[in-house]
Structure formats: C-alpha cells, structure tokens
C-alpha cells in the first residue's frame, strides 16, 4: 500500500514521507478508527493529500474469520465459548479442540446440554467452557469435596484412634465382662486390624470374652454399612481367624462409654493425608469389590456430619468465599451446588469444581499429588486411562437408565495436565470406553496447544 501513497510526493521527498506513513500503518494493528469516518478497502489506493488520510491515518482492523461451525447449528459465537471472551473467541487454539470434542461427543450419541467442561490457567484464567454454570452429577468426585471438608476439619497429619474397652476382669483364659469398641472416624479400619487386634487379645493370654460386644457409632469396619454391622462382622472375624477369641454374648450399639471402663488396646491409623490417597485412587487390594472405596467416603461423611453438612460447606466454602484470583466468569453462586432429591447425589457445576480443586491445591501444600495419583505412575486407577504422562486426576462414572432400560454414562475426571493447565470434565453418552477415549484424546490435543513453548 506504501508505493501508491508516494508516487505523488517529489522523489527528494518521498523517503521522510514514507516513514510516518509507515509508522501509521503499522499503528493500524493496535488502533481502531477513532473519527467516525469510513476508511477505504485494504486494496484501494489512498491519494495523498486526501481529506480521508488526514482525517483517518490509521486503516481499519481487518475483517475477523468466519466462525467455526456450531453442533447446535446456531450460527455466531458457539454456545460453549466462555462469554466474557466472546470478541476473541476464534482467535483462540483451545475452540478447535474445544468444537472437535463437542461434535465428537454429540455424534456418538451424547446430549450437548449434559456436557460440562471447563478448562483454566493456575493464575485462574479462563481458556474454555462449556455450560460452566450447570451443575450436573459428579459421581465419586464428590470424594474430592470430602476430602477437601476432612482435609480443613482435621489436617493433613491428623490420625484415627480406634479404642478397645472392656468392664470386666481377666479369670483364667476368659475376659469376664464387655467389650467396648469406641471409633473416632477411622474411614480404613479393615478386617487384617481385626486380626492384629485377636494377637494382641491372645497375648494378654485372652482365649473367650464372656460378656457382650457393644459399639458406639463412630466405628465402622471397612466395607460394612453401619456401626451394628461392623461390630457383628468384628466378632465373625474374632472367632474364625487363625488365632480365635470365642465370644459368647451378643452384639449391640450403645451411644456412650459405659462407665468403669479401662484400655485393653489402641489402633492408631496412618495420616489423613495417606488415607484420602487410598480413597481417591490408589488400587489397593483391599477396595476390591462391595464398592469399599464408597465405604470409606461414607465414613469420614458420617463423622463430619453427614450430607446436608457437606453441602453446607461447599455453599460457604466455595459461594460465601470463592478464590480471589480466579476468572469472575467463574465465580460460583448458590445454584451451582445441590443435593438431588430422593438419591441425594451431589451435583456440582464445572467452575464450582473449579474452586473446588483450588481449594485442594492449597490444603494440599500446592501438591494434589499427596492425595490423588499420577498418570504413568503406580498401579492407581487411572492405570486404564491413556492421559498425559505426568496428569494427576479424580476419576469417576455414574450409569444413568431410562425409563426403557437403555444405559447412558457419565464420565467425570478432574486434575491438572503437565503443563499446569487445569480442567474438569463432566461428559454424557452411551459407549463408555469411547468417553474414556474422548476424553483422553481432547486433553491430550489440550496439552499440544503449549507444546511448542514448553520445548
């Protein structure tokens, strides 16, 4: 465009001519046209002198591509953009990925509008979303919640006693008289405890408890529903282990300490810290089968006071006070979070999960991996998962049936990509293992968008 511009300046000229109108041009980039006054096209040549280059120096942006195509067929900005960015939307590497998966998902069958994802920066700005502000079921998610909850009631060092009491007295091989079991909350009390406790019981040169077995409500054996269940289990495993202890009376719950009681024995547990490990992936044998690892969530929810107490944690937590430095688009309020009636099964939107893993990182001294597993690393759940190497994350899924019987799933997955990017994906559709395939593969194609600037 220079040359037109000088061919009517004098040829001594010419040369200090062009360097302002260069200078302007390149300003054109930055600036927008300020006078009100409609610029020539790009391709048309400007006569110097004109009332229009002395008015307007500066020629207009260029025109912005057309928009990627919408699965929902709404032409414009796609419905998942995040909408304080709407102006630059298609600028922005993460809306291919973005659309690609969306159009991916609503193929094999999935519903658009039950599709949450969110991803972020570690400074809390907001890269993409898609329905940010709907809650929607987190399936075992929600042991993040619990574990963000235990994590602030009691700290990361805290440690569960399980007390052993008795009333009675030692007469011969026989324990004359009650034995009280007092929990404080231990989620991981398993039944190889069990057994350490009948050693301990026959080095006291204990051989039958003559009297009744009573448990108070804050113990709970791993994997049994309640304290009367974990206590009747107790006394199986008491009786038919390698070294048995007969028990001849009954088994009940009482809701305080008898008095006149002393110690026979204390089991102290690992950290907190070490047990949320165990809850939220690590593979460990002993969670296999009877949906333990949900025992265990349900123990320390029973000790924190259940349900209704979590979600009026999460409302001041991450309503009352959300992260300051985080995105305001999103800033979770008080809809984002519920308890669905009937199932009462948590449902959370994504940039309240968002707060949520924010919150996490902080109790966790800037490392989530003391509580969660790492991608490529031990034998965790997400060993059937191919995400990044190096990404730590929540796995979870929840089977949703219609009234026809046809099964739908959701696949829920939380955590942070090598890179630092931060995400939570909340997914719809009926193939699960192409859900997990999906997901894989979108936070894979995220990771490459920073690839270039990492090397």
Same mark, same amino acid.
């Given at each position: ?52 280059? +002395? ?12 928009? &990627?195509? *919408? ?53 809390? =700005?907001?890269?993409?979303?898609? @329905? ?88 709970? @054996?791993?994997?049994? #529903? ?31 300490? #008898? ?25 460990? #044998? ?37 992260? *300051?430095?985080?995105? +305001? ?19 959370? *939107? ?9 919150? &996490? ?10 509580? &969660? ?15 990044? &190497? ?49 997901? =894989?593969?979108? @936070? ?12």
């Amino acid at each position: 465009m220079l040359l037109p511009i000088l061919q009517g300046l004098p040829p001594r000229r010419s040369l200090w001519a062009g360097i302002p109108l260069a200078c302007s041009l390149a300003l054109g980039a930055c600036w927008t046209n300020r006078t009100g006054v409609e610029a020539p096209p790009p391709t048309q040549a400007v006569q110097a002198g004109s009332p229009t280059s +002395a008015q307007n120096p500066f020629p207009p942006i260029p025109t912005p591509p057309p928009p &990627l195509p *919408s699965p929902t067929g709404t032409p414009g900005v796609p419905p998942w953009w995040p909408r304080s960015q709407a102006q630059v939307w298609e600028y922005s590497p993460y809306a291919v990925v973005l659309s690609g998966f969306l159009q991916g998902l609503a193929a094999q069958g999935g519903s658009l509008s039950q599709q949450g994802i969110l991803l972020w920066t570690p400074e809390g =700005d907001l890269l993409a979303e898609h @329905l940010l502000d709907q809650p929607l079921p987190v399936g075992a998610l929600d042991q993040l919640a619990i574990s963000l909850m235990a994590l602030e009631t009691w700290g990361y060092d805290h440690r569960f006693e399980t007390q052993f009491l008795t009333t009675g007295r030692l007469v011969e091989n026989r324990l004359v008289g009650d034995l009280i079991v007092v929990g404080s909350g231990d989620p991981y009390f398993k039944e190889a405890d069990v057994q350490a406790l009948a050693r301990h019981l026959r080095n006291y040169d204990i051989r039958q408890i003559d009297g009744d077995v009573k448990v108070l409500p804050s113990f709970r @054996l791993l994997g049994q #529903p309640d304290p009367l269940a974990s206590g009747r289990r107790l006394v199986t495993l008491l009786q038919e282990g390698d070294q048995p202890i007969a028990v001849t009376g009954a088994v009940s719950t009482v809701q305080q300490v #008898p008095s006149g009681t002393h110690t026979l024995a204390v089991y102290t547990s690992m950290r907190l810290g070490s047990l949320l490990q165990i809850l939220n992936g690590n593979d460990d #044998p002993a969670l296999q089968g009877a949906e333990h690892p949900r025992a265990m969530a349900e123990t320390l929810l029973a000790q924190l006071g259940g349900k209704a107490a979590l979600l009026e944690y999460l409302q001041n937590r991450l309503v009352a006070h959300p992260v *300051s430095y985080m995105d +305001a688009a999103m800033t979770p309020e008080a809809g984002d979070i519920r308890l669905e009636q009937g199932s009462q099964e948590l449902h959370l *939107s994504p940039r309240a999960l968002a707060h949520l893993w924010e919150y &996490l990182i902080d109790f966790t001294g800037g490392d989530p991996t003391r509580i &969660l597993p790492m991608a490529g690393i031990g034998h965790s759940t997400l060993r059937v998962r191919t995400l990044p &190497l190096g990404t730590f994350a929540q796995v979870g899924f929840v089977v949703d049936r219609t009234p026809h019987g046809a099964e739908h799933h959701r696949l829920m997955v939380m955590g942070q990509l090598p890179d630092g990017t931060h995400f939570v994906l909340l997914n719809h559709g009926p193939d699960l293992d192409l859900l997990r395939q999906q997901q =894989d593969q979108f @936070l894979h194609d995220v990771l490459a968008i920073n690839e270039p600037s990492r090397h």
